[in-house]
T-cell receptor, first 112, second 115 residues
Framework: KQEVTQIPAALSVPEGENLVLNCSFT??????LQWFRQDPGKGLTSLLL?????REQTSGRLNASLDKSSGRSTLYIAASQPGDSATYLC???????????FGTGTKLQVIP | EPEVTQTPSHQVTQMGQEVILRCVPI?????FYWYRQILGQKVEFLVS????????KSEIFDDQFSVERPDGSNFTLKIRSTKLEDSAMYFC?????????????FGDGTRLSIL
């Protein structure tokens, strides 16, 4: 059974700082990994999707990496802004047709 | 940008009653999903739906649950004989293609409160 863990559970940083969020998974036989952002009371917004054959994806100030063999992914946020404050979720697609396991999330606060 | 829309935003129901949660996926999307998030817990996959049938479901999705695409636009989740532990946020999502290549787009969710 796939288990997905995110560390840290919460993070508070001053504006402008670069930061890294971590996601680890137990079963390396994945189809892809997706990073989401969740704002309070809202749904999930897809940030980046990395296919199993890829090592990283970039979008603006965001960069996500994937190391399948070690069961790890990182989300790098450059030059953080107060608007980046949200909960960031990692989701792993594996183990069957369209089956997905979410991590517990990292709650990020960027202080102006 | 096209959005996934869910109605109602908040549903309050008495325990034992049936509830139907509604979703309108993005119009050219072919794959549809339901997830739930109990307060303070992880987002959990419930079911995926393609070509008018369930393609995958989790252990949570038992006989109490059913999904339907009654027309060309709506995608519904029915929960029969609701229990207190069904209280959660329910998210609908859709994707244009098989999820290994395309990201899922989520609605803002329906908060279901069982009294």
């Amino acid at each position: 059974k796939q288990e997905v863990t995110q560390i840290p559970a919460a993070l508070s940083v001053p504006e402008g700082e670069n930061l890294v969020l971590n996601c680890s998974f137990t079963d390396s036989a994945i189809y892809n990994l997706q990073w989401f952002r969740q704002d309070p009371g809202k749904g999930l917004t897809s940030l980046l999707l990395i296919q199993s054959s890829q090592r990283e994806q970039t979008s603006g100030r965001l960069n996500a990496s994937l190391d399948k063999s070690s069961g790890r992914s990182t989300l790098y946020i450059a030059a953080s802004q107060p608007g980046d404050s949200a909960t960031y979720l990692c989701a792993v697609f594996s183990g069957g047709y369209q089956k997905v396991t979410f991590g517990t999330g990292t709650k990020l606060q960027v202080i102006p | 940008e096209p959005e996934v829309t869910q109605t109602p935003s908040h549903q309050v129901t008495q325990m034992g009653q049936e509830v139907i949660l509604r979703c309108v996926p993005i119009s050219n999307h072919l794959y549809f999903y339901w997830y739930r998030q109990i307060l303070g817990q992880k987002v959990e996959f419930l079911v995926s739906f393609y070509n008018n049938e369930i393609s995958e479901k989790s252990e949570i999705f038992d006989d109490q649950f059913s999904v339907e695409r009654p027309d060309g636009s709506n995608f519904t989740l029915k929960i029969r004989s609701t229990k207190l532990e069904d209280s959660a946020m329910y998210f609908c999502a859709s994707s244009v293609d098989y999820i290994s290549n395309q990201p899922q787009h989520f609605g803002d969710g329906t908060r279901l409160s069982i009294l």
